[in-house]
Structure formats: C-alpha cells, structure tokens
Nanobody
Framework: VQLVESGGGSVQPGGSLTISCTAS????????VSWYRQPQGKEREWVAS????????YYTASVRGRFTISRDNDKKTAYLQMNNLKTKDTAVYSC?????????WGQGTQVTVSS
C-alpha cells in the first residue's frame, strides 16, 4: 500500500488550496479515507473523512464549512479542498486508509498559511 500526498504549499489567510492523496497497492474502494494534520510541536488531529461506499463526509468542527473532502475512485485519489484558510490551519496534512484492518499513512504535505 502506498499513499502519496501532493498539492501543499504556502498561501495567505483567506486563500484556498487543494491537496491530493493518491493510493496504490490495494483496492481503493474498500477503504474510507481520512485526512489528519499535525501542527509543528503539537499532536496530530483528525480533520475529515469520507466513507468508501456512499461517500458520506465528516469534518472536525474547526474546518466544517471551509473544507471539503472528496474522492475519485477511478483515479484512486482523495482530495481536501480548503477555503478561507486561517493561520491556525498551518500543519503537515496526511491521509490515511485501512486495508485488512491495518492503517496506512502517506508521508504528508506541508500547508502554510501566513501573511
């Protein structure tokens, strides 16, 4: 199983960014996909999830209404569209999937929100 995140970068407060998570090595449609983030020096926190089947989505309160998680099963890719970014959103963002009961993580992509 391999997960590769991309699309991170620097953006000003109020800006937008979309990050991607592309999977390989397992049946992508068999797993929900979650995004987590870890600010420097802090604990990792869950951000959003999308289910494997009907695509139900869930968000932590701090990003609800600003972030949108989606997936393209044909491309084996999940996305996190982030709008109205705030400085507190600065973190390394990582995606997670499950295969046969085991969690797999990508290497992460840095998102920096700064003026």
């Amino acid at each position: 199983v391999q997960l590769v995140e991309s699309g991170g970068g620097s953006v000003q407060p109020g800006g937008s960014l979309t990050i991607s998570c592309t999977a390989s090595g397992f049946p992508f449609t068999s797993s929900s996909v979650s995004w987590y983030r870890q600010p420097q020096g802090k604990e990792r926190e869950w951000v959003a999830s999308i289910t494997r089947s009907n695509g139900n989505t869930y968000y932590t309160a701090s990003v609800r209404g600003r972030f949108t998680i989606s997936r393209d099963n044909d491309k084996k890719t999940a996305y996190l569209q982030m709008n109205n970014l705030k400085t507190k959103d600065t973190a390394v963002y990582s995606c997670k999937v499950q295969d046969h009961g085991q969690d797999y993580w990508g290497q992460g992509t840095q998102v920096t929100v700064s003026s």
